[in-house]
């Protein structure tokens, strides 16, 4: 066998998409979020239900190498990665690094200044991954750090 999802699981692009998009989103934003895609909560435990159990079947039936439906995921989610928009600007984002580096308590130090631990942590994801592919704004970055 392929490794290869049978044609009645979900999109799996799509659903690595969603995912992405839903770290850190709660209460009715949370809601509204799978609204626009046509779910609730509990259709969308559903799908997450049968995305992992496809993901289960393929790594299971696959006797060599990563499989095509979790190379596909995986591919899904970095690209899905790749398109979010952090919460926080540069400049917010290098704000909250300086007080996340005083130390101290980080989700106290960075309500002082207005900002959530979920908005630095899901910043940080996006800018990590820009930082290290553009020099120009690393230096930036860098700079507003000092």
Do not use: N
């Not at 699981?9 to 895609?37: N, T, W």
């Not at 005083?102 to 820009?130: C, E, H, M, N």
């Not at 592919?133 to 970055?141: G, S, T, W």
Request: charged fraction near 30%; hydrophobic fraction near 45%.
């Amino acid at each position: 066998m392929s490794g290869e999802a049978p044609s009645d699981d979900p999109d799996i692009e799509a659903y690595a998409a969603l995912q992405m998009r839903l770290i850190g989103v709660e209460g009715e934003a949370r809601a509204a979020l799978l609204a626009a895609h046509g779910l609730t909560e509990e259709s969308f435990d559903a799908l997450d239900e049968r995305a992992q159990d496809a993901l289960s079947r393929a790594l299971d039936a696959s006797e060599a190498g990563v499989p095509p439906l979790v190379a596909r995921y995986d591919a899904a989610l970095k690209k899905a990665h790749e398109g979010l928009e952090p919460p926080l600007s540069l400049d917010r984002f290098a704000e909250a690094t300086l007080v996340m580096r005083a130390g101290g308590d980080p989700t106290k130090a960075l309500a002082r200044i207005g900002i959530t631990f979920t908005d630095y942590f899901r910043s940080s994801q996006v800018w990590a991954s820009r930082l290290s592919k553009d020099d120009e704004l690393a230096q930036r970055f860098a700079a507003l750090v000092r």
